[in-house]
């Protein structure tokens, strides 16, 4: 099956800088890459997905790339706030239904 | 106001007991999942049904069982059979009237503690 690695497992930057999670995915079938915001006790929140037929996608502050030749996808977020702190997941899917999971990236961001 | 509940918030169970989640939806989706979450680990899938009275099971079926009786409802019962049942359980549903099959939206989630 489908395995995704997440990394880094936490990550710490100023208010006003960028933040980077990158993700790999084994199943070159995967076409389908959501990135999930969750926040304490709270259920994630799908804020950016991308398919296999594009290679950049954005969305004002935070935009994720896609590189299937090697088999990785990143979310990038710019100009970070604090309400950007959380839990972010990547995924990844080969068909309609299942979802893989990396193991999350805790963001931190400092005033 | 559309979307997924889940009831309770908090559950506490003693060791030995069967407990059953609930998750409802009003956003009219025709699939459902859940998932559960343990710290450190990203979700797992437990089950999912793509249409009523059909489900199917994901990574980690075992001590659990679900029920797809109405469009809007998928109950988990987690069975005394579960080895490590104490955990973050989510509930989620995606394609709606659009098409949309890939979106999963999650409900608030269920933290379920056995003792």
């Known amino acids: 099956g489908e395995n995704v690695e997440q990394h880094p497992s936490t990550l710490s930057v100023q208010e006003g800088d960028s933040a980077v999670i990158k993700c790999t995915y084994s199943d070159s079938a995967s076409n389908y890459f959501p990135w999930y915001k969750q926040e304490l006790g709270k259920g994630p929140q799908l804020i950016i997905d991308i398919r296999s037929n594009v290679g950049e996608k954005k969305d004002q502050r935070i935009a994720v790339t896609l590189n299937k030749t090697a088999k990785h996808f990143s979310l990038h977020i710019t100009e970070t706030q604090p309400e950007d702190s959380a839990v972010y997941f990547c995924?990844?899917?080969?068909?309609?239904?299942?979802?893989?999971f990396g193991a999350g990236t805790t963001v931190t961001v400092r005033a | 106001d559309g979307g997924i509940t889940q009831s309770p918030k908090y559950l506490f169970r003693k060791e030995g007991q069967n407990v059953t989640l609930s998750c409802e939806q009003n956003l009219n989706h025709d699939a459902m999942y859940w998932y559960r979450q343990d710290p450190g680990q990203g979700l797992r899938l437990i089950y999912y049904?793509?249409?009523?009275?059909?489900?199917q099971k994901g990574d980690i079926a075992e001590g659990y069982s679900v029920s797809r009786e109405k469009k809007e409802s998928f109950p988990l019962t987690v069975t005394s059979a579960q080895k490590n049942p104490t955990a973050f359980y989510l509930c989620?549903?995606?394609?709606?009237?659009?098409?949309?099959?890939?979106?999963?939206?999650f409900g608030p989630g269920t933290r379920l503690t056995v003792t």
């Open positions: 049904s793509q249409i009523v009275n059909d489900f």
């Open positions: 995924a990844a899917s080969s068909n309609d239904y299942k979802l893989s």
């Open positions: 989620a549903s995606s394609n709606g009237p659009s098409g949309r099959r890939y979106e999963q939206y």
